[in-house]
């Protein structure tokens, strides 16, 4: 896995997990202050390794440490509209 891999896999996990957050504010109670979150993925080895490795340079000691572990990621949705119908017309 590269590092350019890594930061894009690191940054759409973060931002899931805003708003995994903001849709479901009693998880934030969970995380202390300062808490550094380590994002692990089912299935991706690599991944894993390489977010338990940057996090053990980072952490600070006394710092608490969240492992945020996640199944899987859905593909993202391009829209919401349903089933559009489109008609060409000649006029309003």
Excluded: W
């Amino acid at each position: 896995m590269t590092n350019k891999e890594f930061f894009e896999r690191t940054l759409e996990l973060s931002t899931e997990f805003d708003r995994y957050v903001l849709s479901h504010p009693e998880t934030a109670e969970k995380i202390p202050q300062d808490a550094l979150i380590v994002f692990l993925l089912e299935n991706d080895s690599a991944f894993n390794k390489k977010s338990l490795e940057i996090a053990h340079k980072q952490c600070e000691t006394g710092h608490p440490v969240v492992k945020v572990k996640v199944q899987k990621l859905l593909p993202p949705f391009e829209t919401r509209l349903v089933n559009p119908q489109l008609e060409l017309a000649a006029n309003i």
